[in-house]
């Protein structure tokens, strides 16, 4: 399993969708799970920027992972989003018959995310909810990065900033790499 760390806006979902093509893997994006939600409550905290609490997130993984090809490598974005996801991750794997191969961490500076994040046209784009998007990934998500590194997972980290081409070069180098420890 490849996990994709990044803030909102830097790119994970599109690089993802390359990578598994290209490498033949699964993707799986706990954004898109909930996009594709019926979830009322899960549309409203979408809406206003609210990250899904860790009951329904590990929830919405947790049938994904189970309902899916046992045997593909897979792709994790956007998940886990804080350090208690990460430690119920963590005490999951086995029962996935999986283990954590590396994280690819996609860095974008501010500015260049509010410009990508602005031009999306979703409604979770809004310059208030994006600033809020922004300041819960650097202050929950970013240090389950450290988390990772404790535990001598490989952190492969990709400037963000180029052609999708470009940066899809960098992101499968480091798939590579990764997918041969």
């Known amino acids: 399993m490849v996990l994709f760390f990044g803030p909102p806006g830097s790119g994970k979902s599109v690089q993802g969708e390359l990578l598994v093509v290209r490498n033949k893997c699964r993707w799986l994006s706990t954004g898109q799970l909930f996009r594709d939600s019926s979830d009322p409550e899960v549309l409203k905290r979408m809406a206003t920027g609210e990250l899904i609490d860790d009951e329904l997130t590990n ?64 409604t979770e784009d809004a310059p208030e909810v994006i600033e809020r998007r922004l300041n819960i990934y650097y202050e929950r998500t970013k240090p389950v990065i450290d988390f990772y590194r ?32």
């Open 59 to 122: 929830k919405v993984l947790d049938e994904a992972l189970l309902n899916g090809d046992q045997k593909a490598r897979i792709v994790l974005d956007g998940y886990p989003r804080n350090t208690m996801q990460a430690k119920w991750l963590e005490e999951r794997l086995l029962s996935y018959n999986r283990e954590i191969k590396c994280l690819i961490v996609f860095n974008v500076p501010k500015d260049e995310l509010i410009k990508r994040l602005s031009g999306r046209g979703r």
């Open 150 to 181: 404790k535990r001598k997972v490989p952190v492969y980290e990709i400037n963000g900033v180029g052609s999708v081409g470009v940066v899809h070069d960098r992101i499968q180098t480091a798939a590579e790499q990764c997918l041969r420890v």
